[in-house]
C-alpha cells in the first residue's frame, strides 16, 4: 500500500529565510505523483507545485521548489524568502494509480513564520 | 461555478442525528473526492465517483456513511446516526478526471454533541 510520511509535526523559521519540510513516500509503483499543498487557517486546500516521478527536473513554482531524491524516495518542499503568509499546515500527497486517481495525505507540517 | 462549492459550512448536530453534506463541483469536472480531517490530522479518503463508473467507496469507516452524486455532478455524503468520533471537517475535491488539477473546496465542518 502507498503511504506518505512527514515527520515534522511542526516548524519555525525566520521571515525570509528559507525552509525545508520534509516528505518520504513508500510505493511499488514506478509512476506516480507528488504533490504539496497548503492549508492556511482558513482551512482551504492550496495547490503548490507537482513532480511526476519520470520528471527529470526538480518541479519549481516561484518560491517554492520540490527536491526529489527518487532513490531515497522523498520529496522534500522547498519554501524560499519565507513570508508571514507561509505559516500554515503543509500536506504532501501521493497520487494513487488506481483507476480512481485518488490522493494519498501525509500528516502535514504545521510553519509558523516568525517576524 | 468558479469553484467546488460545499455546504453548509458549518453543522453542529446532536449524537444519534442524521447529517447530509452537500459538494457542488467544477462544471465538467467528471471525478469528485470526499475526504475526512480530524482536527491536527491529514486527509482521510472517504469515496471517489468517476462519470456512471461505480463508486470506490474504500475509504468509507462504516456503514453509516454513504454518498451519492447525481447527474454526474452535485454529491451528497450522508452520516447516519452520528457519534461524536465523526466531528472533522469533511472536504470534497474535483478534477477533470486525468489525474491532475484537484481542486477542494472549503470543506464542511460537523460538530456532532
Known amino acids: 500500500a502507498q503511504k506518505i510520511t512527514q515527520t515534522q509535526p511542526g516548524m519555525f523559521v525566520q521571515e525570509k529565510e528559507a525552509v525545508t519540510l520534509d516528505c518520504t513516500y513508500d510505493?511499488?509503483?514506478?509512476?506516480?505523483?507528488l504533490f504539496w499543498y497548503k492549508q492556511p487557517s482558513s482551512g482551504e486546500m492550496i495547490f503548490l507545485i507537482y513532480?511526476?516521478?519520470?520528471?527529470?527536473q526538480n518541479a519549481t513554482e516561484g518560491r517554492y521548489s520540490l527536491n526529489f531524491q527518487k532513490a531515497r524516495k522523498s520529496a522534500n518542499l522547498v519554501i524560499s524568502a519565507s513570508q508571514l503568509g507561509d505559516s500554515a499546515m503543509y500536506f504532501c500527497a501521493m497520487r494513487d494509480w488506481d483507476s480512481s486517481y485518488k490522493l494519498i495525505f501525509g500528516s502535514g507540517t504545521r510553519l509558523l513564520v516568525r517576524p | 461555478g468558479a469553484g467546488v462549492s460545499q455546504s453548509p459550512s458549518n453543522k453542529v448536530t446532536e449524537k444519534g442525528k442524521d447529517v447530509e453534506l452537500r459538494c457542488d463541483p467544477i462544471s465538467g469536472h467528471t471525478a469528485l473526492y470526499w475526504y475526512r480531517q480530524s482536527l491536527g490530522q491529514g486527509l482521510e479518503f472517504l469515496i471517489y465517483f468517476q462519470g456512471n463508473s461505480a463508486p470506490d467507496k474504500s475509504g468509507l469507516p462504516s456503514d453509516r456513511f454513504s454518498a451519492e452524486r447525481t447527474g454526474g455532478s452535485v454529491s451528497t455524503l450522508t452520516i447516519q446516526r452520528t457519534q461524536q468520533e465523526d466531528s472533522a471537517v469533511y472536504l470534497c475535491?474535483?478534477?477533470?478526471?486525468?489525474?491532475?488539477?484537484?481542486?477542494f473546496g472549503s470543506g464542511t465542518r460537523l460538530t456532532v454533541v
Open positions: 475535491a474535483s478534477s477533470p478526471g486525468t489525474g491532475y488539477g484537484y481542486t
Open positions: 513532480q511526476g516521478s519520470y520528471d527529470e
Open positions: 510505493t511499488s509503483d514506478q509512476s506516480y505523483g
